[in-house]
């Protein structure tokens, strides 16, 4: 069990944390350099701090304007359950909102892992396909 109220968010993260993060859920492998790359380029991190220690991270690619991309959501498996991954997600949204002119609406997109979509639906994402958008695609290259 987790005392809530010591839970709190930052704008930034390690390199190191962040690789950390990533192996601890089995996400794709980065070297130093890419890491740093991927920070480098991200328009917004949020990042969930526990007695000093990076517990979760995700990141925002959004152009200010009109689209929005939500990736990396990542939780360490010791802390998941928790609320830390509402917290994350809602950090992103508030900052998102935030952003925008009020006359602006955002396609903000997400990749959910197999299984996760459910807990995206609490915050208005919806599965795709759906008839306003079409089907969710992917290009691995």
């Given at each position: 069990m987790i005392d809530r109220k010591k839970l709190s968010i930052k704008h930034t993260i390690s390199i190191e944390d962040f690789l950390y993060l990533r192996k601890q859920v089995g996400f794709q492998p980065l070297s130093i350099e890419q890491a740093e790359l991927v920070l480098k380029n991200t328009s917004y991190i949020s990042a969930v701090q526990y007695g000093g220690e990076i517990i979760g991270v995700t990141r925002l690619l959004f152009d200010f304007c009109t689209d929005a991309y939500i990736t990396d959501v990542i939780v360490s498996p010791d802390y998941q359950g928790y609320g830390v991954?509402?917290?994350?997600?809602?950090?992103?949204?508030n900052f998102i909102k935030?952003?925008?002119?009020?006359?602006t609406k955002i396609a903000c997109s997400i990749y959910a892992n197999k299984g996760k979509e459910k807990f995206y639906n609490q915050f208005g994402f919806e599965e795709l396909p759906n008839n306003k958008y079409?089907?969710?695609?992917?290009?691995?290259?």
């Open positions: 991954g509402t917290m994350l997600v809602n950090d992103i949204i935030a952003n925008v002119s009020k006359d079409g089907f969710g695609m992917l290009l691995e290259i």
